[in-house]
């Protein structure tokens, strides 16, 4: 299943009026659990959802931070609460979903744990170069590496180690993979020289503007919005993608007539104009418009993915 079809399909079929519109309401506050710390872009992001929404349905929202396994530690204990609306978690795909693949029988919940509301934006992760680099694209990486004996390649997230590591069994392009601590990190390693490769979710656009690097290719399922031009690595030869995304959910069982109205109050608060340019200051993408079905379809490639990451 592509995901870009899925979600092309769910921006131009899901329409918000702004508020949410069901004959359902919360009898008390609503808990928005965040996976991660206080202060990070999963944070940022749902405290802003969460006001938003407070401010065009009239409910209240308390905003919780439940940091511990890239979202893993609340997405278990939101599996275990009543599915009553009242309580809400937003995370990160990739953490969950490789849990998922790597160690299923350690984790207490399954993607059928769960109800989702909505997804709220993808992390654009690009693989880039410096701008003077030897080669334009991912083919010219490969070749780059064999004729050097293995190309230097910085990242900073474990799906995107996989990813090389799938294209390098793909290809016996031989990259070698440096870790580091941020994409803050791999960006200044590859500026510096230390590396001829990196991936990067943002940091590098304002080096694509000066042009002090290139991207060779986008890592998500579909182009990135900021640069139309450049293929995936997918249409670059190797069926392999990262996709990142945001998402809301909610323990499993949740009342139909609940799920509608807290999804029509999370695409009310993402077609906002602060939301938007919230998301486009931090991660220089649109928000989703997909609701509850395409969020799960998107979960369910998601994990058949990095299935293929992991090679299973």
Do not use: C
């Not at 009553?84 to 849990?99: A, K, R």
């Not at 590496?145 to 990242?155: N, T, V």
């Not at 990067?200 to 503007?209: K, Q, T, V, W």
């Amino acid at each position: 299943m592509k995901v870009k079809t899925l979600f092309a399909a769910a921006a131009a079929t899901i329409l918000y009026a702004g508020v949410a519109v069901a004959d359902w309401a919360p009898s008390g506050p609503i808990k928005l659990w965040i996976g991660f710390g206080a202060g990070g872009e999963t944070d940022t992001l749902g405290r802003l959802i969460a006001k938003e929404m407070g401010e065009s349905t009239g409910w209240d929202f308390v905003v919780e931070n439940k940091p511990g396994g890239g979202g893993i530690a609340m997405f278990t204990q939101l599996a275990t609460v009543p599915a009553d609306g009242q309580t809400l978690g937003m995370g990160v795909t990739m953490p969950v979903l490789v849990n998922l693949t790597i160690r299923p029988d350690e984790i207490p919940f399954t993607l059928d744990s769960f109800d989702y509301l909505h997804t709220v934006a993808l992390a654009e992760l690009a693989i880039i170069a410096k701008a003077d680099a030897p080669f334009d694209d991912l083919e010219g990486l490969i070749a780059y590496s064999k004729d050097s004996g293995g190309a230097l390649m910085a990242y900073d997230a474990k799906p995107q180690e996989l990813m090389m590591n799938f294209v390098n069994g793909q290809s016996d392009a031989g990259v070698k993979m440096v870790s580091a601590k941020s994409a803050a990190e791999s960006l200044q390693q590859l500026l510096g020289g230390h590396v001829v490769a990196a991936f990067s979710a943002g940091a590098h656009i304002p080096y694509l503007d000066s042009g002090d690097v290139k991207m060779i290719a986008a890592a998500n399922a579909s182009r990135a919005s900021y640069d139309a031009d450049t293929p995936t690595v997918q249409e670059q030869g190797f069926d392999i993608f990262v996709d990142p995304w945001f998402y809301i959910a909610a323990p499993a069982g949740l009342p139909e007539e609940a799920k509608e109205a807290l999804s029509s109050a999370i695409g009310a608060a993402l077609s906002s104009e602060t939301t938007k340019e919230a998301i486009m200051n931090s991660m220089h993408t649109e928000p989703s418009m997909a609701g509850p079905d395409e969020t799960r379809a998107m979960m369910d490639a998601g994990l058949a993915n990095v299935g293929t990451l992991f090679g299973k």
